[in-house]
């Protein structure tokens, strides 16, 4: 079974799946793939097909790891030899996409990842270029540590305020 099951997949739960593959087994019912090809359902394994919009689908082999990037899938490719002193590392990655075959990267939607890892947890970001993906990291760092930044640099205007 692929490690992404399809989101557009409509047999969620296993055994309900399995029930529906078994029935088109039985009443001779084929799949088609991402190159228009038809195969006898019964010649197709349970785990590499997904019933999608009316039709049984084979599903693309899908082995990349995937990094969920502010809500964003992406596989990570080279580490970029860039050395701050922010501490980001930066890496070339490829949007992930969906369709009713599974999952796909296409070359062409490459994009910046940065990361930032801290004690607690570790921080994604991206964006089009190294600068893009910097800045929207610097941003969900200041909205994670707002109340320390302040704390810190603005020390001596928030006692001022509170006279």
Not at 21 to 28: I, T, V
Not at 90 to 110: D, E, I, K, M, T
Not at 117 to 130: C, F, M
Request: proline share 2%; with cysteine.
């Amino acid at each position: 079974m692929n490690k992404y099951p399809n989101p557009m997949a409509v047999y969620r739960d296993a055994n309900e799946k399995r029930r529906a593959y078994h029935a088109a087994c039985a009443a001779g019912r084929t799949a088609w793939d991402f190159h228009g090809r038809e195969y006898s359902l019964r010649d197709v394994k349970i785990d590499d097909v997904e019933y999608i919009a009316g039709a049984w689908r084979v599903q693309n082999k899908f082995t990349d790891t995937i990094q969920l990037v502010r809500g964003k899938e992406f596989v990570l490719c080279e580490r970029l030899d860039r050395a701050e002193k922010n501490l980001f590392e930066f890496y070339r990655a490829l949007v992930v996409g969906v369709n009713c075959y599974g999952r796909f990267v296409h070359p062409a939607l490459s994009r910046i990842v940065a990361k930032y890892e801290t004690d607690d947890e570790t921080l994604w970001a991206y964006g089009a270029t190294i600068e893009q993906a910097r800045a929207f990291l610097g941003i969900s760092l200041y909205d994670k540590y707002m109340n320390l930044i302040h704390a810190h640099a603005c020390k001596n205007k928030i006692k001022g305020l509170q006279k």
